[in-house]
């Protein structure tokens, strides 16, 4: 497989600093409430509803057969969960002792990105416009995966204790199908695939839209560091879970894809590239809303993804650096 040349240098300090310098910009707004902090919400709602689903769907709509059926890049990244979620339930199950449902919490937030918000518009500042295709694949094999395990494994936990058996089903479709991210994804996708021509109209009109969501969403990141950081002291409570999260998350992870897409799988490039950076990308805000959802770390979710994110800046600039 042919090695990337001449984008070791020089050429990656263009990828990866206007990137962290747009959620820098953020975080600084809201520092100094040239932004409420709380407009952070307001913004990632509308990168999730709107912006975000409008530039998968017209990044897959354009995309060919071939690539929507990339068996090897999907199988890269189904392999890389498998090996991820397994690593951190027997670690957390098995060697730190916690309960079921606080072991599948942390085995999510060791194995699901933040991939929607920061890794899809890395990608494509980093690699072009090329890298949305499979960017937006891999953000519905995440979804996909890690999603449909946590909801069902804790949908059938608590069905098997409390006997709720109208409980069961209905979360599975509703977090796995219906939420905007993988709507637009399958839509995409079945256009690709069937080969639907899209009118100029709505390919105008996702394009301009889907263009927001890198730089709005980045932004909406900053300013979300700031608001979470309000009233949170730093604990040494957690310290062991969290050490072991990111560890498994910004090191462990990106590792496995790195051997996956080197010495396992044949890969283009930019697909090759893609792929490690979404697996090194810090914890997604999504796991927050399970753990809310779920009753389940209630409090340290939120304290892990902010530490995730900053870690992150340095683990990715390394792997940008010395593995892409």
């Keep these: 497989m042919e090695k990337k040349g001449g984008k070791n240098g020089a050429d990656n300090d263009r990828c990866y600093l206007p990137i962290f310098a747009i959620i820098v910009c953020g975080f600084l707004a809201g520092r100094f409430t040239l932004i409420p902090t709380s407009g952070a919400q307001a913004l990632n709602f509308y990168v999730y509803y709107f912006a975000l689903p409008a530039l998968l769907f017209f990044s897959l709509a354009g995309a060919t057969q071939a690539e929507i059926t990339s068996l090897s890049f999907i199988m890269v990244h189904i392999f890389t969960l498998i090996i991820s979620l397994t690593l951190a339930i027997v670690i957390f199950l098995f060697l730190l002792k ?44 995440y979804d996909l995966i890690i999603i449909t395990i946590v909801v069902v494994s804790l949908e059938l936990s608590r069905f098997t204790k409390e006997k709720e058996k109208s409980s069961f089903v209905k979360p599975v479709v509703t977090a796995v199908l219906l939420n905007p991210i993988n709507a637009s994804l399958l839509a995409g996708s079945a256009v690709a695939i069937l080969q639907i021509p899209i009118p100029t109209a709505i390919n105008v009109f996702t394009d301009t839209l889907g263009a927001a969501a890198g730089p709005t969403a980045l932004f909406a990141l900053g300013l979300g560091l700031v608001w979470n950081k309000t009233g949170h002291n730093h604990e ?39 792929a490690i950076l979404l697996s090194a990308v ?43």
């Design 98 to 141: 916690k309960t079921f449902s606080e072991g599948l919490m942390y085995a999510m937030a060791s194995a699901y990105g933040n991939t929607g918000f920061l890794g899809i518009p890395l990608v494509i500042a980093a690699f072009g416009e090329e890298a949305a295709v499979p960017a937006a694949i891999a953000n519905f094999t």
């Design 282 to 324: 810090p914890t997604g805000a999504v796991v927050n809303v399970f753990a809310n959802k779920y009753h389940t770390l209630v409090e340290p979710i939120p304290k892990l993804i902010v530490l995730s994110t900053f870690i992150s800046i340095v683990t990715l600039s390394l792997f940008l650096v010395f593995i892409i």
């Design 236 to 274: 040494t409570t957690y310290i062991k879970e969290y050490t072991t999260v990111m560890s498994l998350k910004l090191v462990i992870q990106p590792i496995v894809t790195w051997y996956l897409v080197t010495f396992i799988f044949e890969l283009n490039d930019v697909w090759r590239m893609t």
